[in-house]
């Protein structure tokens, strides 16, 4: 069982910038691959970044050059950068995990944060 715990999210004028965390329960790099993804009100859930544990990052197009994920190892926590912030990155943003087992009666297993509020005021 893998735990979230998402930090850093708030309110920020349009143009600025924040920064979440993600910290996870155990070693990151046990985890395959760890994202952000986001929900606005009446909308649904979409992906924002990913990171796998090999170093790999794949970002949604609505975020490309404003927002960039890493990864702590030592501290089993992933970051999202985001910067020039737009009214439209209003959103709840969740951390998500996925472990792969192969050998597992269920090989995929998702793991979610409780989510954390970023504001961008205009």
């Known amino acids: 069982q893998v735990q979230l715990v998402e930090s850093g999210g708030g309110l920020v004028q349009a143009g600025g910038s924040l920064r979440l965390s993600c910290a996870a329960s155990?070693?990151?790099?046990?985890?395959?691959?760890m994202g952000w993804y986001r929900q606005a009100p009446g909308k649904q859930r979409e992906l924002v970044a990913v990171?796998?544990?090999?170093?790999?990052?794949d970002y949604a197009n609505s975020v490309k050059g404003r927002f960039t994920i890493s990864s702590d190892n030592a501290k089993n926590t992933v970051y999202l950068q985001m910067n020039s912030l737009k009214p439209e990155d209003t959103a709840v943003y969740y951390c998500a995990a996925r472990v792969v087992v192969t050998t597992a009666p269920i090989p995929i297993k998702d793991y979610w944060g409780q989510g954390t509020q970023v504001t961008v005021s205009s």
């Open positions: 990171i796998t544990n090999g170093g790999s990052t």
């Open positions: 155990e070693s990151i790099l046990s985890i395959n691959g």
